[in-house]
């Protein structure tokens, strides 16, 4: 495996469900990154993994829980979902620090998930 | 408020006549720009990007360009080709944020080129 993969690719769950959805960087990267993309609005940063620092976006709703064992893995839990979080979850890492510019991300071909 | 906007959903070209998408910005901080390429069924990929202390960066058939004043960038293609059909998203960020690398990315603008 290369680059970034994604587990599953497809996810179909109910409400009362819970899920995990996994993302493995093949890059060596020390930065990890989850996304939701929604229909016709802009990628919304989730949660960030970096330097083994986690930096949460307040916005998140607590039925979304990230996990990140190490610097190749990031999974991201979820509990009791709405239909509303139906969307492209996408993950991405990056290498970072290093003093200069922030680097390019590389992305997972994403899961797209829906919840009913 | 959003932060980068990409005022046009979609654009449709001839193939070998040049592409342009735009992508504007209201953050002062952001000094580092991104622009990546999305076909569907895929993830984003970086195309290229261009740090405010430039007013353009090149890499072969892609251009961007940087109006700090107007706080507005472009991504030209040229010519274009039937395989540069995706979504392209702008992505600004602060240079001083090494350490988490979060990009504000803009909607997207669908670009078709036409055989």
Redesign the interface.
């Known amino acids: 495996e290369t680059g ?1 993969t ?1 587990t599953p690719r497809h996810l179909v769950m109910g409400m009362t469900n819970k899920k995990s959805l996994k993302c493995e960087q093949h890059l060596g990267h020390n ?1 990890m ?1 989850w996304y939701k993309q929604s229909a ?4 919304e ?1 989730m949660f ?1 993994y ?2 083994e ?1 986690r ?1 949460e976006n307040n916005s998140v709703p607590s039925r979304f829980s990230p996990e990140c064992p190490n610097s190749s893995h990031l999974f991201l839990h979820l509990h009791t979902l709405q239909p509303e979080d139906s969307a492209l979850y ?3 890492s ?1 290498q ?15 899961t797209r998930l829906t919840v009913t | 408020d ?1 932060q ?1 906007k990409q005022n046009s959903p979609s654009l449709s070209v001839q193939e070998g006549r040049i592409s342009i998408l735009n992508c504007d910005y209201t953050n002062s901080m952001f000094d ?1 720009f ?1 622009w ?1 390429k999305k076909y569907p ?6 195309l290229i ?1 261009i ?1 405010s202390i430039k007013d353009k960066n090149e890499d072969g058939r892609f251009t961007v360009f940087l109006n700090k004043s107007a706080k507005h960038l472009s991504l030209h293609i040229v010519p274009s080709q039937p395989g540069d059909s995706a979504v392209y ?1 702008c992505a600004a ?1 602060p ?1 001083y ?12 603008t669908t670009l078709t080129v036409k055989p």
């Open positions: 970034v994604q930065a990154y016709k609005k802009p990628l940063l960030v970096s330097l620092e930096v996408l993950c991405a990056s970072e620090g290093g003093g200069g510019p922030p680097y390019e991300q590389y992305f997972g071909p994403g | 959003q980068v580092y991104l990546y069924a895929e993830g984003p990929t970086f990007s740090s998203f960020s240079s944020n090494t350490n988490a690398g979060k990009s504000t990315f803009g909607d997207g």
